[in-house]
């Protein structure tokens, strides 16, 4: 509780999700918020030109290189990285606003991105999501019908380089079964509001009662 007695705004918890392309986490992370309250996917800045049905502000906060680049040079951002020729980056500020509400937060990053964050947020949850084979991965980009053979090849190699740093995350969800892999990840958030750190914040005007002497 505060100085004036009432209950303290509960902290929000910072989670960190990756995955290989193909391995589903975007689909997963949209099942996730649409099944639980109080979770937010944190909205990244890029310099791609939007495509198609994109909304900015809602698929991405997109910009130019040189307002990125301003913005890397004022430590706005949690973390960035260049993929090809463009910049995508997530905005410090806009994600501890979040949490100070009270909000879970997902970055939705690569391994490296989680890396970065890690070193600024150790408290954060780190989830890696895995495809249930090398087979099932090629099928599912293959499925999309967008990409040459030599764009899946690509795609596979660069996803089985991902792959060997699972090992750096917190939890592993393994993407066979979609409604199984969601109750993982539905599991591993009611987990981490049900620890002592945050139920000790929540509660703290019950179970100072109940322990009063």
């Known amino acids: 509780m505060n100085d004036s007695g009432e209950q303290a705004v509960d902290r929000g918890t910072l989670y960190v999700v990756s995955a290989p392309s193909g391995a589903g986490k975007t689909s997963l992370v949209k099942a996730l918020l649409a099944s639980m309250d109080g979770i937010v996917v944190s909205v990244s800045h890029t310099t ?3 495509r198609p049905g994109e909304v900015d502000g809602k698929d991405y906060h997109f910009t130019d290189e040189a307002h990125f680049r301003a913005m890397i040079e004022a430590g706005e951002f949690l ?6 020729d463009n910049f995508y980056g997530t905005s410090r500020g806009a994600v501890l606003s979040c949490l100070e509400r009270g909000e879970d937060v997902i970055l939705e990053i690569d391994w490296q991105g989680a890396r970065q ?3 600024q947020f150790p408290d954060c949850r780190s989830i890696f999501i895995l495809p249930p084979s090398k087979a099932a991965l090629r099928e599912r980009l293959t499925g ?8 899946i090849a690509r795609r596979l190699r660069d996803a089985e380089a991902d792959m060997t740093h699972y090992d750096e995350f917190d939890f592993v969800v393994v ?5 199984r892999a969601l109750k993982d990840l539905e599991a591993i958030v009611t987990a981490q509001r049900l620890t002592l750190a ?4 929540r509660l703290a ?3 100072a009662e109940l322990t009063a002497a």
Do not use: H, T
Request: glycine residues 4%.
């Open 79 to 84: 973390e960035y990285a260049q993929v090809f």
């Open 205 to 207: 005007r019950l179970i």
């Open 198 to 201: 945050r139920q000790a914040r």
């Open 117 to 119: 964050v890690r070193e």
């Open 144 to 151: 999309r019908g967008q990409d040459s053979e030599a764009v």
């Open 175 to 179: 993407n066979d079964v979609f409604e």
């Open 48 to 50: 791609r030109p939007k």
